[in-house]
């Protein structure tokens, strides 16, 4: 005789209603991205579609609490609004957003298949009625079709084609590659991608690095190569904890004699994705703002990608090992591997302070955390005072890593604030305030 078992929980809203679950998600996107080894700036493309997604979707079941994105954002003009009369629920539906523009903007078909399939599986474990189910999914549908299509208008496929950097190894100060790969310049061209809230990739324009000049120890450069050569070879274990902490490279290549092969960590991005999880989850915040702190996040962190490329293939500043390679010890070598584009501005710091503004705004000043994310890669956990006090850290951790001037580094901080400070000023989200 066959036994069947019924099914008698029906507490779906508790289990969707939980803003772990979100984070959860994210977290399995950021293990997708990871697996993937897909740049810090490609990634950023990633989270920040997802989230929109799932953002809309929560949107529209809290239109008391949430505006959309549409009409504020570069190119999205419309997103679908819920069918009257049909019973939704939107954090399900959410995730299911989420999961499909995370999976699709860049990824393989089925990246994302299992998780999705466990989600829909815990709904309907859990009582979620056919109907609701039915219709959850029908406006997540409908919602991911309007941003994908969104997506594909912001310039990304075009730059797959664009032309390569093109080394110029006979000026000593512009960017050649490094070792160990030597791989060529990522995402030359990010600074034609589509912004959100800048009005051009060029809105917050740098002002110049320090004039190249290895022969005048009285120049303001010479003095920058003797800071970092000086420090990156007294470094303490503190320092060097701070250094590994925001290491962040999505694909190291380990070079063992003839040996070679990568290690994978979160990138930049994801990083900060997880500790937006880890500020959610210590203010207890309820699942539609724990996906806005999710949302503002990625926004800032994609435009201050784009600001920052800009800046970098403007300037092709050459990097600090290049430099004292070649002039100063040839045995030198980096705490950390040079990422392969040039040295100012600086990406990690760039993002990390706009990440940081954002999540302040979210959450507020003087917000103090610990940041678990590196457990999982064998690195023990940092706690800080506010975000803030995180993006400022970040500042030292690449200096620290010989992979960035000091001065670049509070260059980039400075503007990654500004792109963030620009999103708070042009965006409404929240209904009851920023």
Known sequence: ?????????????????????????????????????????????????????AYEVIAAGYPNQYYSLAGQLHGLTTVPKPVAGKTINYEFSALMAFCTLGESVTFPEGSMDDYVNSLKKLAKD???????YENSLEYANSVSKVIMSWSKKDNYAETRSMERYNVQADDPSRWVPTPPAYASAVEPHWNKIRPLVMDSAAQFKAPPPFPFNITDKKSAY????????????????????????WDDNPFKLNVSGHVMYGTKKFSPPGHWMSIVGIAAEKAKADYATTVFAYT??????????????????TYNTVRPETVIN????PDWQPYLQTPAFPEYTCGHSTGSSAAAEALTSVFGDNFAYTDSSELEFGIKSRSYKSFN???MENT???????????????????????????????????KSGK
């Open 126 to 132: 859990h009582g979620m009625p056919s109907d609701i």
């Open 389 to 391: 006090d995180a993006a």
């Open 222 to 245: 010479y003095k920058q190569v003797m800071q970092l050569l000086d420090s990156t070879r007294h470094l303490s274990d503190e320092q060097k904890h701070i250094t590994e902490f």
């Open 296 to 313: 503002k996040t990625a926004i800032v962190l994609f435009d201050s990608f784009i600001q920052c490329w800009n800046e970098k293939f």
């Open 326 to 329: 070649r002039s100063f010890d």
């Open 1 to 53: 005789m066959q036994l069947i078992a019924c099914n008698t929980k029906k507490d779906y809203k508790t289990i969707f209603n939980d803003s772990k679950l979100y984070s959860n998600t994210v977290h399995e996107l950021n293990k997708v991205v990871m697996g993937n080894n897909f740049s810090p700036i490609v990634a950023s493309r990633n989270y920040l579609y997802a989230n929109v997604a």
């Open 396 to 430: 030292w951790a690449r200096f620290y890593g010989g992979l960035h001037f000091h001065p670049t580094c509070l260059s980039s901080n400075k503007y990654g604030k500004e792109v963030a400070q620009l999103v708070d000023e042009r965006l409404n989200m929240k």
